[in-house]
Nanobody
Framework: VQLQASGGGLVQAGGSLRLSCAAS????????MGWFRQASGKEREFVAT????????YYADSAEGRFTISRDIAKGTMYLQMDSLKPEDTAVYYC??????????????WGQGTQVTVSS
């Protein structure tokens, strides 16, 4: 299983970024996926998740209305469109998938993370 996150960078407050997570090594269209983030000195927190079909999405309160999660099953890629960015969005962003192993246990996989820095 490989999750390759990209698209982070430095942006001014109010700006936008689109993160991508290229996935391989598992049946991409069979599993929901999510984005998490971890700011310096803080615990990793949930940002958004999308169901296996892409038909349903869920957001943390901090992301609701500003971020949009989506996926392209044909490309095996998940996205996070981030608009109206704020300095408090500064963090390393990770993509995540939980896979069912041996029909009975779930195993969590993480990408390497991509840094998002929002300047005021």
């Amino acid at each position: 299983v490989q999750l390759q996150a990209s698209g982070g960078g430095l942006v001014q407050a109010g700006g936008s970024l689109r993160l991508s997570c290229a996935a391989s090594g598992f049946a991409f269209g069979d599993y929901g996926m999510g984005w998490f983030r971890q700011a310096s000195g803080k615990e990793r927190e949930f940002v958004a998740t999308v169901t296996w079909s892409g038909s349903s999405t869920y957001y943390a309160d901090s992301a609701e209305g500003r971020f949009t999660i989506s996926r392209d099953i044909a490309k095996g890629t998940m996205y996070l469109q981030m608009d109206s960015l704020k300095p408090e969005d500064t963090a390393v962003y990770y993509c995540n998938v939980n896979l069912l192993k041996d029909g009975s246990r779930w195993e969590s996989y993480w990408g390497q993370g991509t840094q998002v820095t929002v300047s005021s």
